[in-house]
């Protein structure tokens, strides 16, 4: 007996589904679906974001956004919704997210549901695209994986995070209490 044909998906279709509450993705041609986050995953986004984006307000490097997001890098068979991520400066002038080409860093919060997709679909195109910083914070266990384009295993940061992007005066720091917190 024959396996039915895998359906390889595409933007287009990805885009034609219903709005459900559920989070649809797309990595070649893979369609990635999640539930709603959980409180603890919005939590962590949120207080992710918030201090991204006060370090870039006085450091004029970028600008942090949130999912939802369509992120394709102009290929019709990538479409992700990076929790937290941030352009360049000068993409605040982008009208549509298909022209936007370049993200200076990626955030993606792990959730059950979603650890499989995030650690290993979706990080893996995050480095073929060359993004220059990704951070998978792992919530439960508080902990943040920091993987370069380049690299092959991450770095596991307990303590901070650091990170200065092309043209910021100082760098971002960030300690993990804080961002857990009494998560």
């Keep these: ?18 709005d459900d509450g559920n989070r649809y993705e797309l990595v070649n041609g893979e369609l990635l679906v999640s539930p709603s986050p959980r409180f603890l995953h919005q939590r962590l986004v949120g ?7 006060m370090y870039l307000r006085t450091q004029l ?8 997001a369509d992120i394709s890098w102009g290929d019709e068979n990538v479409l992700t919704q990076p929790d937290v991520f941030v352009v360049p400066p000068l993409a605040r002038n982008t ?15 792990l959730s059950p549901s979603t650890a499989r997709n995030d650690r290993f679909v979706k990080r893996p195109e995050y480095q073929r695209r060359g993004v220059p910083m990704v951070w998978l914070v792992e919530g439960d266990e508080r902990y943040v994986e920091i ?25 971002f720091t960030l300690d993990l209490a804080e961002l857990f917190g009494a998560a």
């Design 1 to 18: 007996m024959g396996m039915a044909a895998p359906t390889y998906w595409t933007a287009d279709m990805l885009r034609a589904l219903p």
């Design 47 to 53: 207080r992710l974001y918030f201090a991204v984006e």
């Design 61 to 68: 490097a970028g600008e942090a956004l949130t999912a939802p």
């Design 95 to 109: 009208e549509r997210w298909e022209e936007l080409r370049h993200l200076l860093l990626i955030a993606e919060v």
């Design 147 to 171: 993987w370069t384009p380049e690299a092959i295993f991450p770095v596991i940061e307990r303590e901070r995070l650091v990170w200065q992007p092309d043209g910021a005066r100082e760098a």
